[in-house]
């Protein structure tokens, strides 16, 4: 089925995209939860009159992405944990709290949108976990990990 996209949804497209899905995906969520519309004639020319606004929230999208990109690029997150002698934790660093420590900050992020490497970390030392941003916009955050005294 042939849809036009009402809301960025991620994996499958930005405000504005058409899209070839599944026909159960569309009739049973995305057109009742109002993320897309039907792809005809009508929605189609009310897409053209809308795809000038529709481009400006994209671009004004792509400019925080990039101001987020420049702010968390430049923090350092430290993280005092309990570890044994060879410098393993006794638990882990993970995406969860990687969120809840830059909420502390004042950055809102999802925690799915934070990419730890092997999904948690469990050694002592500097590390450096991904942010996905808007579109292909990365940012990389560093981890500082202390023991505990």
């Not at 993320?35 to 009508?42: C, D, L, T, V, W």
């Not at 795809?51 to 925080?64: L, S, V």
């Amino acid at each position: 089925m042939k849809i036009i996209l009402n809301q960025d949804i991620a994996g499958l497209g930005e405000e504005g995209d058409v899209k070839e899905v599944a026909n159960g995906y569309a009739r049973n969520y995305l057109i009742p939860g109002k993320m897309a519309s039907h792809y005809n004639k009508q929605n189609a020319l009310l897409l053209e009159q809308r795809r000038a606004a529709i481009e400006k929230r994209k671009e004004e999208k792509r400019h925080e992405a990039m101001s987020l990109k420049e702010k968390l690029e430049s923090e350092e997150l430290l993280f005092t944990m309990p570890a044994g002698e060879n410098g393993k934790l006794f638990g882990s660093v993970n995406n969860a709290l990687i969120a809840s420590e830059l909420e502390k900050k004042g950055y809102s992020i999802e925690r799915k949108r934070i990419e730890v490497p092997d999904h948690n970390i469990r050694m002592l030392g500097n590390h450096t976990v991904m942010i996905k941003l808007y579109g292909n916009e990365e940012a990389s955050v560093r981890i500082i990990i202390e023991p505990a005294e």
